[in-house]
């Protein structure tokens, strides 16, 4: 029944998605118009930030710019004035920045792509002139350099073009010159029209002023089709760069040896390259070998007890570049097929390439490849692939794919796995584009050298939302089989799922301020759950939230949630079936202070109650300042508890004899035990029966003769404890040069009581648990990054980091002779205990030069 059902629903899908396209009607976009004259000097503008070429004076500027911070529609307080001129080779940007109050124009140093805080301008070019993506490339009043990929309605600055700039200060405020390469853009042979937008940000007085008018009501549908038109552009090709940046490499690492608090050291270099070259007009090929990326900060510490995998952000920069082609994802944040912190998880990079490209006909399309493995011998192989057709406006279809196949060596462990997945997604604007209906299909198949069948199983995700108003209901259906396998290559929260989900937003008076809110919204939505195996039900949860800007423009905000409203949860038993869901409420608070001052805070507090009376608390607080125009400090510390939480603790082999019940020694399952292993719970047989009542028996092998055997989860009631304290410090001693410090300190510790024994999904039963199962983690890492381009693409980083962790995880008998629990140190303890950690501290030197044809 639960079959059928599902393939009437991809029935109704296919229908809706192949009627819809024709009901979408194309958007006009902005009206406003700059004419682009071509300089008549064949050697360009001299980019010094001053206006004084008499080309400047033949362009009409781009005037008349508008508000949409912090009143919608309003005139800004401060004039712009913005031309564009283009040339052989390079398109330029001159503006003229107007400032009643020159004085009071911020100059803050920051690091390269960190505009916050500072006045600035940025500039977007929708030289494809799909409406969709734009190339954006902004300027601080102190000089800095930002420049990103605009795709998805979001921004990427890991994007780093080679372009130059200057600003200069004038007694009327500040004026900028940009030259921009036609050899970082990608547009269609020729020129014609493109998509422009300028936007101008006065930090003292929030004032975010474009020139194409972005409103409330439209930013969700697609900020770049909004944008002006730049028209004139011709005679123009786009050139092929090629660019090569090698890079050396020496490093020292310090460590403890063998002997306990004895140090070792070993000393190493490397080498590697970067390639990029134009394969066409709009096809471009990104190649690493042997790529290290040392300078890149460590992941933050945590605590997750959760059965969801915790999933880090991508930061390297070769993977970040480029890549929203392979942008194919699940919903909000259930999954994507790529995701790239997969590559060089497990084993050295050998070599990667990417190429990436978009016709003229609308038609973009990535592939990516990656191996890796121990001294060059790539043992683990990654490959995607991604077709991506838009059409009308707003509205796309595409299809992408990836594989996966490891072959262990002599030194590996594991057996070897061969994994696929396949699919397509669509974005299909309709009504005028005021709703959106997207959704992701796809199918995987893994298998694994171990004789065991391969699993196959597929994920659909469907959405339909309102994207343009101030009112945007929204809805999404989720239908995720269990042998959905993409983890090899992607990353996917969870499977076995059927979900519906209703929610919705409103932003109150139109956008306009009413009573002491600049902006206030009011937002909410509910799910339902099912498991797709077997149809249980698996509980509903619903969320209310509201928050906006005060008229001293600090914000406030606030949400309730109500969790595991009935039915089971399929997952925390990690594979022993379903326990009944606990249901629970909660909140937060936050507050943050003005983001136009130099000192900045922010403070929250959430909390959780349960039905069975556990609780939990969260608070956080952090805060940055500017110090100086070169110095920005910031600061956090999240600290959270939780008190008698019903959790999973273990899985664990009982078996049942003629002399008691038993447990095992170590929690395994009980074909892995023996008589010598098991731990008499002393339990007389009557007692041992009411404590297995309703309880499956293990169908699997036994070593222990006449014995009855189960494999059950056991729970308790846990405690924790974690803190987290991280600082930053970013010194700019120029745009080029500058210095960063890193540091975080984490503890976190758990104990569990109560033990309970799960007999059937709604009885847990209570037990003398013979084992201890606290648990303590502490670490300490910081890292100090000098950086100096000095010269465009071509950087030397000189980079020093240091790591202390502790860990202790128990499985220890209860009795005498035990050692004190990790859960009975203080937090400070903890703390303090990193720092008796012995540390291991890593010095490298890295230099790259990029030649740049």
Partial sequence: MLDCWTRNILLALVILFVAFPSLATAQTGADREVPVHRTIRTEGIRVDGVLDESDWQSVSPATGFILSQPTEGGTPSQRTEARVLYGSHAIYVGVMLYDTQPDQIRRILTRRDDLDGTDSFIVGFDSYYDRKTAFLFGVSAAGVQFDALFANN?????????WDSAVRMTPDGWSLEMAIPFSQLRFTEGGGTWGLEFLRDIPRTAEEAFWAPITSDEEQSGIVQLFGRLEGINGVAPRRPIQVTPYSLARANRFESADPGQATADYSGDVGVDFRMGLSSNVTL???????????EADPAELNLSTFETFFEERRPFFLEGTQIFDFTYGSGDGALLYTRRVGGSSPIIGATKVSGRLANGLSFGALGAATGDDFDPRRLYAAGRLKQEFGSQNYVGGAATAYTFAPGPNDRGVGVTALAAGADWDVRVADSKWKLEGSLAGSARSIDNGDPSQTGYALYVGFDKVRGFTTPGSGLRIYSPDFQINDVGRFRQTDLLQARLGG??????????????????GGFGDLNWSYSDGTFRGGSFRLFTGGRLNNYWYVNGGADLNNVGGYDVRETRGLGPIRNIRNQGGSVEISTDDRKRLRGYTGIGFGVAEDG???????IGGSWNASDRVELSSSAVYSKSDNATAWAANEAFVRTADGLFVGNEATSPDNLDAASLIDLGLSGADADALLSGAAAWDGSLSIPNAQAFYLPVFGFRDTRDLSLTSRANIIFHPKLSLQLYGQVFAARGRYSDFMLLADPDNLRDFDYPKRRDFSFESFHTSAVLRWEYRPGSAVFVVWTQSRNLSQVEELLVGSGNPLSPFGRSTGDQLRDTFDVFPENVFLVKVSYSFLR
């Fill in 154 to 162: 979001d921004d990427d600055d890991s994007w780093d073009a080679v």
């Fill in 614 to 620: 556990g609780t939990e608390l969260t608070n956080w």
């Fill in 505 to 522: 937003n409103h932003v109150w008076n139109r956008n306009q301020p009413f009573g002491p809110f600049i902006r206030f919204e009011t």
């Fill in 286 to 296: 990104d190649a690493t070998i042997n790529p290290d990326f040392g300078q890149v």
